[in-house]
């Protein structure tokens, strides 16, 4: 499955899951392994993990206080990976992968509501505004990731002002706005939960 992890590439025909869609090995073309059970929910985890870039360390975390707010659990765990600050400069356009986002946010380029923010697993509430740093709007990455992003749309639940580098989170995200990637997040509750 393309989870879109190189950013700019996986939109062009140099995508590895357009080139090779296959397991390796002599007979990978006509091998069809059966996956049931818990390999399916191991498969979910993995692929939400690989997704959002986490190690399996800070998923369980952020799998634990899911589980402990109010709500369904699999949708706020969701919602939780969605309002981190990493994916949301990544979703505003500032970084062309997750990757990126990261360094940028690691490297002190952003700030919330004022303040330099330099922990990508920060989670953002609804009313934050997240802006490039006055020092880092001239930064040439930005602006490149800010040109070639330019063409995507933004998520509803985020007003995105591109021309002065900020953006404003309006609501907690919804399960229905989480469409770029099919997660089922029951899977990985039931596996969580054994």
């Not at 709007?137 to 007003?159: C, I, M, V, Y």
């Not at 953006?167 to 990985?188: G, M, S």
């Amino acid at each position: 499955m393309k989870l879109f992890l190189k950013g700019e590439r996986c939109f062009t025909p140099k995508c590895a899951i357009e080139k090779r869609n296959f397991p390796p090995g002599q007979h990978g073309k006509s091998r069809k392994p059966k996956i049931v059970g818990y390999g399916l929910q191991l498969r979910e985890k993995q692929r939400a993990k690989r997704y959002y870039g986490l190690p399996e360390t800070q998923f369980r975390n952020l799998f634990e206080k899911a589980a402990q707010a109010k709500g369904v659990t699999g949708e706020n765990m969701l919602s939780m990976l969605e309002r981190r600050l990493d994916n949301i400069v990544h979703r505003i356009g500032f970084g062309t992968s997750r990757n990126m986002a990261r360094q940028i946010v690691r490297h002190g380029h952003i700030q919330v509501n004022g303040r330099k923010v330099d922990i990508p697993s920060y989670i953002v509430r609804p009313n934050d505004v997240i802006e490039v740093r006055e020092g880092s709007k001239q930064h040439p990455g930005l602006l490149a990731a800010r040109d070639a992003t330019a063409a995507f749309p933004s998520p509803n639940w985020l007003e995105v002002d591109r021309e002065n580098l900020r953006a404003r989170v309006l609501a907690n995200p919804k399960r229905a706005d989480l469409v770029q990637i099919k997660l089922e997040e029951q899977l990985i509750v039931e596996l969580y939960s054994k």
